[in-house]
């Protein structure tokens, strides 16, 4: 061969042998991507891959190649590395070819997939802007956004997605989920509406869905207070899905809320009426049972507020509040070993509730064990000691304890819980002056006046301090303001004309004494010192009549010291008084039934007035404990003659008109030895009583516990059919009986005798 030939084909070989190869590579790798494709379209994604891979070492540059390679690995997403390896392989694809078909769109799925949802944004808004109707990149955006909890940015592009295609039902779906968490309800109703037309094999969870955004719009109207409307919502519902029992309980609810709001604002009416409704849907709600047991006990209707709270604790046994009000409940019944249980209830499942000791306490202050009533205070102030109330009445147990300086710590600590406390600061007072602390009690005594001007008892004690302090002028300025205020306080006018006696003004001292006899004509020491007056001004006769007063008044209360302070009187004054006793107070009114001709057994018929109406006013009015009625002639009336006995022992007889019920006639009987009724056990048989007499007087035997004196009525009329003629406490045998005489149909008078502990019948006369 020629070197000239041989150089040419040399050249030739060197420039064609390079494309030929690169020709033959590049169609490798076409190869290896066609084959990848087709072990993906089979499943055989290792196989697939293998193949992208072969394809990519051929021909690096090989877009296609590295983003079916990335498309296997996003397939096997649930791999985080293989999530990654996604990620590199398509930002390849997007480097070879920013043009690329959907490479910004699978970008942004990768990075979805991967949480960066920051890159994943960036590439479906490239995806969308290349692509202006790439619907499933709006939807991809709209998914990212409601993510990241922007609903604004989601529902725009969901709403974009929408547009391009109105028939997706997903879509829609997410639309009107947002709507939900925007609570615009009615437009997440609208977009569900849709989805049901759309999407037929998702009924029942649509429908469930729809259901959910009427119950979440009334919720939403609830919190807003529009109980109207949020009842609305629950009717829809029960139109749209009659078979639906989800809602009753929500209804029912929403009633026994509807109570809360009209129970809050004072309309108890409404609010009562709301709790009912509620509980004729839903008899099961616990607190509807017991608000509206709240609303009886406020209205003070405890027969109903009783059954409201004890449905309340069969529902709910450990209901502290149910068991508070029933204790309260039976507090006020005075049903007190009752209101002990349920007190004590309340603090054995709620060990820290003060309101439970607090009360506990006061019930056994009110019995006058004073001890029990010091524990439950203080456990009270453990729990709460910022309840006035608490540390006020235990001040007041400390008191009658005896431990003054307890005492003064509680009401002190009573008042900084409340300074305005006038009681607070008035037994405060009231305790340095009983400790002869005058200074500390003034201090207390005008706080109190600034409190209250008007305080009475205030005024009267602080003139008593300076009185006793012997600081006069003050002391008569403190008692002048007391009268200008209340001008017929003889209290405070007695005091002030000591003081003038002491001062030796004896005139207006005499002129005080006189105006206090003016206004409580029957006291003896006002008697009295009246009398020292006339006394020291030389006016025996005087001084005589106005001792002789004071001598019959407490001759008639049988006040045993005042007859013998008047006895030295009489002796160092050396002035004679009368020694009458002066039993009539008041002279006998005519009646309105004459007698005539009638016999006792006549008496029960002809009164207009009831033997129990009597009784009943008697024992709400009479000045003393109930010891006979009997209705009687008096001055040819009918009367029912009553004996009581008050506080000094004395008897009071009290004549009341049978036909009106007017008094007629007030007046005093000596206490005498009651002459024990014979009654021979040889010939009547008698069984001895419970209550054993220590005593023949009267006016002891309503001292002794006996039943009362309606009960022996009823028990009496039990046994013998009639009406009462006469009742009296009497001595039996020793033993204290009621003895009563019945007017039977027949116009005998039968007696019975009754047990006065037991009520038991011990013997009658038929």
């Keep these: 061969m020629k070197p000239a030939y041989f150089l040419f084909f040399l050249l030739f070989f060197l420039f064609n042998i390079p494309h030929v190869y690169g020709e033959t590579i590049r169609d490798q790798a076409i190869e290896h991507n ?52 996604a990620a590199k392989e398509l930002e390849i694809v997007f480097k070879l070819s920013p043009e690329y078909p959907s490479i910004n769109y699978n970008l942004g799925n990768v990075y979805y997939a991967l949480g960066e949802k920051d890159k994943a944004i960036t590439n479906y808004k490239r995806a969308v802007k290349i692509d202006p109707l790439l619907r499933d990149g709006f939807i991809q955006l709209g998914n990212i956004y409601y993510d990241l909890d922007n609903p604004e940015l989601a529902l725009e592009n969901y709403k974009r997605a929408i547009f391009l295609d109105t028939m997706d039902p997903e879509t829609h779906k997410k639309l009107a989920i947002i709507y939900t968490r925007q609570k615009e309800y009615s437009l997440a109703i609208s977009e569900y ?17 729809i259901r959910q955004c009427y119950f979440e719009m ?16 629950y009717d829809t ?16 609810r929403t009633h026994y809320l509807y109570g809360n709001y009209y129970y809050k604002k004072g309309d108890l009416t409404n609010a009562e009426k709301e709790y009912l409704t509620a509980l004729s849907i839903d008899p099961s709600l616990t607190d509807a049972y017991y608000n509206l047991g709240r609303i009886y006990y406020e209205k003070g209707d405890f027969s ?4 409201c709270f004890k449905k309340t604790i069969e529902l709910d046994p450990d209901h502290v509040g149910a068991h508070m009000y029933m204790g309260n409940i039976y507090y006020k019944e005075q049903n007190i070993p009752q209101a002990v249980r349920e007190y004590e209830t309340v603090v054995n499942l709620e060990p820290s509730n003060a309101a439970a000791y607090y009360n506990l306490g006061n019930i056994y202050s009110d019995q006058g064990d004073l001890t029990k009533a010091k524990e439950y205070y203080l456990n009270s102030i453990e729990y709460d000691d910022n309840n006035f109330d608490s540390h006020f009445n235990l001040a007041s147990v400390y008191y009658k304890l005896g431990d003054n300086p307890s005492a003064i710590t509680e009401y002190k600590r009573a008042i900084q ?18 400790n002869a602390q005058f200074s500390e009690a003034i201090d207390e005594y005008k706080i109190v006046l600034t409190l209250d001007p008007k305080h009475r008892n205030a005024l009267f004690n602080l003139g008593n301090i300076y009185k006793q302090q012997a600081r006069y002028t003050e002391a008569i300025d403190v008692y002048k303001e007391l009268l200008e205020i ?3 306080d003889h209290e405070g006018r007695a005091a002030l004309g000591s003081i003038y006696n002491i001062q030796g003004k004896l005139y207006l001292a005499m002129a005080e004494y006189k105006e206090c006899i003016r206004i409580a004509p029957d006291s003896i020491q006002y008697h009295s010192d009246l009398a020292e007056i006339y006394y020291k001004l030389g006016r025996k006769i005087d001084a005589a009549n106005e001792l002789g007063e004071a001598f019959r008044l407490a001759n008639l209360k049988g006040d045993k010291d005042a007859l013998l302070m008047i006895k030295e009187r009489r002796e160092k004054w050396e002035i004679d008084i009368p020694e009458n006793n002066y039993e009539v107070t008041e002279q006998m009114k005519p009646g309105t039934i ?27 009015e009479a000045p003393g404990k109930l010891l006979q009625i009997e209705l009687t002639n008096e001055s040819g009336y009918l009367v029912y003659n009553v004996e009581v006995v008050n506080t000094e022992k004395q008897i009071i007889r009290i004549f009341f008109d049978a036909g009106n019920s007017e008094t007629l006639l007030v007046s005093s009987k000596r206490d005498e030895k009651k002459e024990e009724e014979i009654i021979d056990p040889k010939v009547i048989p008698i069984t001895p009583g419970s209550i054993k007499l220590s005593t023949d007087y009267e006016a002891a035997f309503v001292e002794f516990g006996h039943i009362p004196f309606e009960v022996a009525c009823n028990i009496a009329l039990n046994q013998i059919p009639g009406k009462i003629r006469n009742i009296e406490l009497s001595n039996v045998q020793d033993y204290l009986v009621f003895d009563v005489e019945v007017v039977n149909s027949a116009q005998e008078i039968i007696k019975v005798i009754i047990d006065a502990g037991n009520g038991k019948i011990l013997w009658t006369s038929i």
Excluded: C
């Design 34 to 85: 066609r084959k990848g494709l087709e072990y993906s379209g089979k499943g055989d994604h290792a196989a697939a891959m293998e193949e992208f891979r072969q394809a990519i070492d051929l021909f690096h540059d090989y877009p296609d190649a590295h983003f079916n390679l990335g498309m296997e690995y996003y397939l096997q997403k649930e791999f985080p590395k293989y999530l990654e390896e």
């Design 193 to 209: 509406n849709i989805v049901l037309m759309q999407d037929k094999n998702n009924q029942e969870d649509i429908h469930r869905s």
């Design 218 to 233: 009334a919720e939403l109207f609830i919190t807003q207070e529009d109980f109207d409307a949020a009842l609305l919502q």
């Design 237 to 252: 519902v029960k139109k749209l899905y009659s078979d639906n029992q989800d809602v009753y309980p929500l209804i029912a």
């Design 304 to 307: 109903q507020a009783t059954p």
């Design 417 to 434: 819980l409340d300074y305005k406390s006038i009681d607070a600061h008035y037994n405060l007072a009231t305790i340095y002056y009983e």
């Design 486 to 488: 209340y001008p017929l």
């Design 594 to 620: 004459t007698i005539n001709n009638a016999n006792e057994a006549q008496y029960p018929y002809m009164a207009i007035i009831p033997f129990e109406d009597i009784i009943s006013k008697v024992v709400k």
